[in-house]
């Protein structure tokens, strides 16, 4: 469950835009991935996730798409807010390692007013 | 429904004093716990997780240790903390393993900087 320990890339977007956000995984057997949003300073939050027999999941505002071929997934925020202002992590979870997720390395995304 | 506790949300300790950080769960029983550390602009470190009461796993070796006295209370504790101890702790839980592909809900953090 250990993240990659690289400093941040950064997408900046003009506020009303839509923004896209990506995660490269890197387990094939990956089965569950979820997309997490950390505000500065508060811990990360639940925004939505995926099991790996769908390619598409919308929530409110946002949308999960998972490429299993190319083991990629993106997340989709329609019409970004200021309140989007955070980084982005996306996580991946396979049986085999019980409960145990492998974090992304975070994406921070800057939303511009 | 679920909730996430932990104290203190923010300390400053000087180096070789002793750290204890606390957690509680209400909610929900028999839940896999988690701590986890993240240095200032970066990703999430595993420290510790735990199954169960008294069962605990290390990912990390270090000068931190973790324990579980009771099923919804996880603290991470250190005798002597270093410098390199700074950082934001997070604690987490989840359902039980066995529960597949189950997410991971995380605290409100504690700033650590040791100084």
């Known amino acids: 469950g250990e993240s990659v320990g690289l400093h941040l890339p950064t997408l900046s977007v003009q506020e009303g835009d839509n923004s896209i956000i990506n995660c490269a995984y890197s387990?094939?057997?990956?089965?569950?991935f979820i997309w997490y949003k950390q505000e500065s300073g508060k811990g990360p939050q639940f925004i939505i996730d995926?099991?790996?027999?769908?390619d598409k999941r919308q929530g409110q505002r946002v949308t999960v798409l998972l490429n299993k071929t190319v083991k990629h997934l993106s997340l989709q925020i329609a019409a970004t807010q200021p309140g989007d202002s955070a980084v982005y992590f996306c996580?991946?979870?396979?049986?085999?390692?019980?409960?145990?997720?492998?974090f992304g390395g975070g994406t921070r995304l800057m939303v511009k007013p | 429904s679920q909730t996430i506790h932990q104290w203190p949300a923010t300390l400053v300790q000087p180096v070789g004093s002793p750290l204890s950080l606390e957690c509680t769960v209400e909610?929900?029983?028999?839940?896999?716990l988690y701590w986890y550390r993240q240095a200032a602009g970066r990703g999430l470190q595993l420290l510790f997780y735990?199954?169960?009461?008294?069962?605990i796993s290390s990912e990390v070796p270090q000068n931190l240790s973790a324990s579980r006295p009771q099923d919804r209370q996880f603290i991470l504790s250190s005798k002597k903390l270093l410098l390199s101890d700074s950082g934001f702790y997070l604690c987490?839980?989840?359902?039980?393993?066995?529960?597949?592909?189950?997410?991971?809900?995380f605290g409100e953090g504690s700033w650590l900087t040791v100084v």
């Open positions: 987490a839980w989840s359902a039980p393993t066995g529960h597949s592909g189950n997410t991971i809900y």
């Open positions: 387990n094939s057997a990956s089965d569950y």
């Open positions: 995926i099991r790996s027999n769908m």
């Open positions: 996580a991946e979870n396979y049986n085999n390692a019980g409960n145990m997720l492998t």
């Open positions: 909610g929900t029983s028999n839940p896999n």
């Open positions: 735990s199954v169960g009461i008294g069962q």
